[in-house]
């Protein structure tokens, strides 16, 4: 069964760090691209940031640039999220997605973890 389970979040202070983690099974994550998208109450899906199946390219949405980094350990089928300096903005449930580098309709997505920025 193919599967993506996040991990690492929680509620933390303003200007704190938080590390997501995302396991993988069930398929080869290192034929996959993958990303971070998050969804924050009363908004749409979004984006926070994305890296190639082989580690060589990332992007990040630009309210997170500087802040967060995605990464990602093929040998241990996972990819994390770095993020640094949160605030309030980016409160918001976190989803790992993953899709095949050359079957763009074979995709799959976690279930989310809760990501709370508050004092």
């Known amino acids: 069964q193919m599967q993506l389970v996040e991990s690492g979040g929680g509620l933390v202070q303003p200007g704190g760090s938080l590390r997501l983690s995302c396991a993988a099974s069930?398929?080869?994550?290192?034929?996959?691209?993958m990303g971070w998208y998050r969804q924050a109450p009363g908004k749409e899906r979004e984006l926070v940031a994305f890296?190639?199946?082989?580690?060589?390219?990332?992007n990040y949405a630009d309210s997170v640039k500087g802040r967060f980094t995605i990464s990602r350990d093929n040998a241990k089928n996972t990819v994390a999220l770095q993020m640094n300096s949160l605030n309030s903005e980016d409160t918001a449930v976190y989803y790992c997605y993953a899709r095949h580098v050359n079957y763009h309709i074979l995709e799959y997505w976690g279930r989310g973890t809760q990501v709370t920025v508050s004092s």
């Open positions: 069930g398929f080869i994550l290192s034929a996959h691209d």
């Open positions: 890296i190639t199946s082989t580690g060589n390219s990332t």
